[in-house]
């Protein structure tokens, strides 16, 4: 299928259902998987757009400083600076920030029952540390402890893909996660990433 025609199905059959779920998390944003207060400006520091690097970084440093986290949500916290880290070029400070991420999820599994979104979020941690092989075991873990968790086949994939060029297995993951979610927004990226790869290797 055509990455043109992978757009045209996604929007069709999911356009509404995204901007219903983004409307959703909008007006609900203490919602959480933690279920814990979300400490002030913990959306900025996590924030994927509207927000500069710079800006993300000096919001994580306030919870940080400001001691606003704790267990999973400081790890996140860590983790979120290393990103805002790395794309301002720092690279040093973020990979400290992404070991200390590490060591924090570390102990929240170490001491809590199995749990699909912290062996996520470590595998996401090990991905950023360019620990490809021990991401893709925690993704895999993260599933078989939810067999429903489409972000978790999201993120094997793309560990897949981009770490181990396994294409045919990413699509699998892929795949496997529009089963579950048919408006996965990251799995039909994922697909029509592979889609363009197949195509400039064909032409």
Do not use: H
């Amino acid at each position: 299928m055509q990455t043109t025609a992978l757009r045209t199905e996604w929007r069709l059959r999911c356009a509404s259902a995204f901007l219903a779920a983004l409307c959703i998390a909008l007006v609900t944003p203490g919602l959480s998987w933690a279920q814990v207060p979300d400490p002030p400006g913990l959306d900025t520091c996590l924030a994927s757009y509207g927000a500069t690097e710079a800006q993300k970084e000096a919001v994580c440093d306030k919870i940080i400083a400001g001691r606003g986290a704790e267990g999973a949500i400081l790890g996140i916290v860590f983790f979120s600076r290393g990103r805002a880290r790395a794309g301002l070029g720092r690279q040093d400070d973020a990979i400290a920030d992404y070991r200390l991420a590490l060591r924090i999820f570390n102990d929240a599994i170490g001491t809590s029952l199995a749990s699909a979104p912290l062996l996520f979020q470590r595998g996401l941690v090990y991905q950023a540390l360019n620990q490809i092989d021990q991401a893709i075991i925690d993704f895999s873990a993260a599933i078989r402890v939810d067999s429903k968790a489409s972000y978790a086949y999201v993120a094997r994939g793309s560990a897949l893909t981009s770490g181990k060029y396994n294409d045919e297995g990413a699509l699998a993951d892929f795949n496997s996660a529009l089963a579950i979610a048919p408006c996965e927004l990251g799995a039909w990226l994922g697909r029509s990433g592979i889609d363009r790869k197949s195509t400039r290797l064909n032409s």
